[in-house]
């Protein structure tokens, strides 16, 4: 049976069980992941493995329960359905509920590219060893992973979707001397991924890194590479443009309020790389901006969160968005080509070699005085979610720039600071003008980013404490 | 074909395919949450999931693969996939793999649960979430939020070696919040722990808990933290609650001591450790009063088991004596490696993921004093408890924590609440001022620790009771 005609079983039982006053809808998700693992230079784990979701939400007599489960039997189905329905009519009044998505049409998601969806282990393996003989002798570790996702959606108000992502990533690190470098990719393809390429770029990294010095902790400008920005916009994604959070002004979040550089600009665009075409309750995806030249003009929402603030959904409906709230995850800062804070070249491309990966930040750090070329953040954590004040620290890189010019590797440095203050109008100094796909770590969702020249972090600890 | 049958038929599969040694886990889990905010249920989610997870080792490569499919036919072919997995490994081989001995055990193991959580009523479940979020809301929290969780899993273990051992662990916790919104910042207050108090243990816990009791205080000082003093910045002495320093433990001691970091098999993501195993038996690592074990076989901590993922019992052990490091939370492949004789640690994060190393019950021996003996022989300190943020590096050195409410301590009394208290150091240094530990101990849970890729998330325990830091940097902001 295909995940369409299981959604569609689903809704249909809860009809005959309940019926026709009962609201349901039903998703139905098989995912295929695998993921090839290497450390110490050798592959020490190697995955793979289906899983499939059936979540069901209905709305009976005024009362709402979520059910899921694994079993896909007619049994399976069913035992589903009679619990869902036993916890609703359990459950205390919902009157804030929602309803459901109507019959919406779907927009059409980026073409799923087969050899990726059903890559073998051979040609997983065949990356790392690509990417393990490039470091030259570096010790190496990292992944190399290739997934897809078909979802199938109904709900008894005749609303049907159906969708299907692949998506690749590979990220490794090389080290010598106890310092790592770092490459990282995400890709549509598997074929657009080039271990050699990335444990190349890694292996020139670590070795620019030996023999660091320890900074005092300060203030320092900084050029954040693709992997540290992505940080940035993953946080802010989660504790800012969550409409939850927004919603009950927990987020920094002003909507028309000009809170960051006019060289910001934001958009939620799940569609412009690997994603599906529509959320858990049916609601179509599409670009999303959050923030337009600097000033913020959006927040996720789920059809929840929006009715909240008088809204629409913005398709941002997942598991977690009942509880933590509706969150974009697939973000993307827009290059510099249009914006008036842009230094660099006219075109980007090709690679250099040392600490500097590309010629789209070896422009940036060329406009840098005193500061601090940074490859990676690591163990982000929110002090406070409303300033959205983060702890955490570099990793797999830092070097500290003099007059455009790297002159050291440097060790290590915990900061905290405001991330929206650190963005905030006058705050960003440069941006990039190639965008680079990062790749979550553990999922497969991705961030869209090029480099980025900010005037001051804070940097509140070194390796001495 | 009941799951024993279909967990040996794939392991045989794999066996046929070439494996020369593989292990089955079938794993049913049954998952149920209910969240309410401000008096109102907000979320009630029940979840069930089954299927299996091969592991293969083919020469000197692992292979893994799992499916939601129980039927012979899928059992079979899971156990070839792991095996091919495992051959592919091989492309880019490491060195010999070996693995310590776990004999071969027919065995049934449950944990101990006096009040089925999935037996009391939905009814009776949320009326407590909302009467506590109720009441929290009424005394003036702006968001009041509150969470049980329930896990029920049987899962059952065949190994090529001949084990066949099943168990039944049921585990549950609960948890509430109070936030409070001012200009520019929050502030909340949680009880009895961040994300709540979570055991091995049936719903008896949830009970103790005493939510609604404790909900308008939360409250209270949720809202009274909007206006308290910042915690000064500088070098002070630091008491920390008992559940502060259960994180504690859990960031610096249990995640350093995990041998799959120490070798570097953790190396790209969730990083190595500072620890080197030369050093094993004879490095310093905190005071003479740090006595840390490894032991999965506390009653009712969230930790326990009684076999972990790779069919090893579940046995007590020392990590730290009098502040010296003896012991490691090891798997039989990484023991080996390491030349240890002891493996005991390793589980999945269900039956689609493969075991890792994993901490149990990571935890402190209790001490001689008591909090308010510890308050009273300090002149001039802070008291923090609650944690509220933690961050730490990828050698598991260099930390800062943020705790949810701070308190001054001057001429042993505990004086002023403080805002935004948060601290920071260096593992092996802050362990090494300790100089004094109370007795009451308590078995905190964390249900959320994140490793491995794709992801994982572990339930551990760790005993913890109050304790003092001598000479510590606190009061860090942005």
Do not use: K, L, N
């Given at each position: 049976m295909t995940e369409r005609e299981l959604a569609e079983q689903v809704v249909e039982l809860v009809r005959r069980s309940a019926g026709p006053g009962a609201h349901a809808e039903a998703t139905v998700s098989r995912k295929d992941l695998a993921l090839t693992r290497f450390a110490n230079s050798f592959i020490h784990q190697n995955v793979a493995g289906s899983s499939v979701e059936v979540r069901l939400r209905v709305h009976v007599d005024g009362r709402t329960a979520t059910g899921s489960g694994s079993l896909t039997s007619p049994d399976g189905l069913r035992e589903l359905v009679e619990r869902t329905l036993v916890a609703a009519r359990l459950c205390p009044p919902d009157p804030a509920w929602p309803g459901l998505t109507p019959p919406t049409p779907m927009p059409s998601a980026p073409a799923a590219d087969e050899a990726t969806a059903y890559a073998e282990p051979d040609e997983r393996a065949a990356r790392v060893r690509a990417f393990v003989d490039a470091a030259g002798g570096l010790e190496t570790a990292g992944f190399c992973r290739t997934s897809q996702e078909f979802a199938a959606f109904a709900n008894t108000a005749g609303h049907t979707a159906y969708g299907r992502m692949v998506e690749a990533a590979m990220d490794g690190i090389a080290r010598t001397g106890g310092v790592d470098g770092v490459a990282r990719l995400a890709a549509d393809r598997l074929a657009d991924l080039d271990g050699a390429v990335l444990g190349a770029q890694a292996a020139a990294k670590a070795r620019a890194g030996v023999d660091p010095v320890e900074l005092p902790p300060g203030r320092y400008e900084v050029v954040f590479e693709p992997a540290a920005v992505a940080d940035l916009l993953q946080n802010l994604s989660y504790w800012g443009f969550n409409g939850k959070a927004y919603a009950e002004r927990k987020s920094f979040a002003e909507l028309?309020?000009?809170?960051?550089?006019?060289?910001v600009t934001l958009v939620d665009d799940p569609l412009a790389g690997s994603g599906l075409p529509f959320d858990i309750e049916g609601t179509p995806r599409g670009a999303l901006p959050l923030v337009t030249a600097g000033t913020t003009t959006g927040v996720a929402h789920d059809r929840r969160t929006a009715a909240a603030v008088g809204g629409t959904s913005t398709g941002h409906a997942s598991g977690e968005s009942p509880t933590f709230g509706p969150f974009p995850v697939n973000i993307r800062l827009l290059p510099a080509t249009a914006h008036a804070h842009t230094t660099g070249p006219e075109r980007a491309g090709g690679e250099v070699t040392g600490p500097v990966a590309d010629p789209d930040t070896a422009a940036l750090v060329a406009g840098v005085r005193r500061g601090l070329l940074v490859s990676d953040l690591w163990y982000t954590r929110v002090l406070d979610p409303k300033a959205l004040t983060v702890t955490g620290l570099t990793r797999n890189g830092v070097w500290l720039v003099e007059d455009g010019v790297v002159t050291r590797a440097v060790r290590n440095l915990r900061f905290t600071q405001a991330y929206p203050r650190a963005l905030a109008p006058g705050a960003v100094l440069g941006l990039g003008r190639v965008p680079v796909r990062q790749p979550a770590r553990t999922e497969p969702v991705w961030w869209s980013t090029p480099p980025l020249h900010l005037a001051s972090w804070n940097f509140t600890g070194n390796a001495s404490g | 074909m009941t799951e024993f049958d279909v967990a040996t038929a794939a392991v045989q599969a794999a066996l046929d395919a070439g494996a020369r040694y593989a292990d089955v886990r079938v794993m049913h889990r049954r998952y149920e949450s209910m969240s309410a905010r401000n008096g109102e249920i907000e979320e009630l989610a029940q979840d069930s999931d089954l299927g299996l997870g091969v592991r293969a080792l083919v020469g000197s490569s692992w292979g893994f693969y799992a499916v939601p499919d129980l039927s012979d036919a899928a059992a079979r072919d899971a156990g070839r996939r792991a095996a091919r997995i495992a051959a592919a490994s091989a492309r880019v081989p490491g060195p010999p793999v070996e693995l310590v001995a776990s004999p071969a055990v027919t065995a049934s193991w449950a944990s101990s649960c006096a009040v089925d959580p999935l037996g009391v009523s939905l009814s009776t479940k949320g009326d407590l979430l909302v009467e506590a979020t109720g009441t929290m809301r009424a005394h003036g929290a702006d968001l009041a939020e509150g969470l049980y969780q329930v896990w029920d899993t049987t899962k059952w273990f065949v190994s090529s070696e001949g084990h066949r051992i099943d168990q039944h662990v049921r585990e549950c916790g609960a948890g509430i919040s109070a936030t409070s919104i001012g200009d520019g910042e929050t502030q909340r207050r949680s009880w009895p722990s961040y994300r709540g108090q979570y055991g091995t243990t049936g719903w008896e816990l949830v009970d103790s808990l005493d939510l609604t009791t404790h909900a308008a205080r939360m409250a209270e000082e949720s809202r009274a933290l909007l206006t308290a003093p910042v915690c000064p910045a500088g070098e002070t002495d630091l008491i920390l609650g008992g559940e502060q320093l259960a994180l504690q433990i859990h960031e610096s001691v249990g995640h350093a001591i995990e041998l799959d970091r120490i070798l570097g098999w953790?190396?790209?993501?969730?990083g190595t450790s500072w620890l080197d195993l030369a050093q094993l038996g004879s490095l310093r690592y905190g005071s003479e009063l740090m006595n840390v074990t490894i032991d999965p076989t506390i009653p009712g901590a969230l930790g326990s088991f009684g076999f972990d993922d790779e069919g090893s019992p579940a046995v007590a052990r020392d990590a730290v004596r009098a502040g010296r490091w003896v012991g490691v939370l090891a798997g039989r492949d990484s023991a080996a490696v390491a030349g240890l004789d002891y493996g005991g640690s390793v589980r999945a994060d269900g039956w689609g993921r493969l075991p890792m190393v994993r901490m149990t019950n990571v935890g402190l021996e209790p001490g001689p004093h008591t909090l308010e003996e510890i308050i009273a022989a300090t002149d001039d300190g802070v008291l923090m408890d609650i944690n509220r943020s933690w961050s730490i590096d990828d050698r598991r050195l260099n930390f800062q924590f943020g705790c949810e409410i701070g308190w001054e301590i001057k001429n042993g009394r505990r004086g002023r609440m403080l805002r935004n208290p948060t601290y920071t150091g260096i593992g092996p240094l802050f362990w090494r001022s300790m100089d004094m530990l109370s007795s009451e101990i308590v078995p905190w849970g964390t249900p959320n620790c994140g490793k491995g890729q794709p992801g994982q998330v572990g339930h551990t325990g760790h005993p913890a009771a109050p304790a003092r830091f001598r000479n510590v940097r606190v009061g860090v902001s942005a």
């Open positions: 028309g309020a000009a809170q960051f550089d006019p060289a | 953790e190396a790209a993501f969730a």
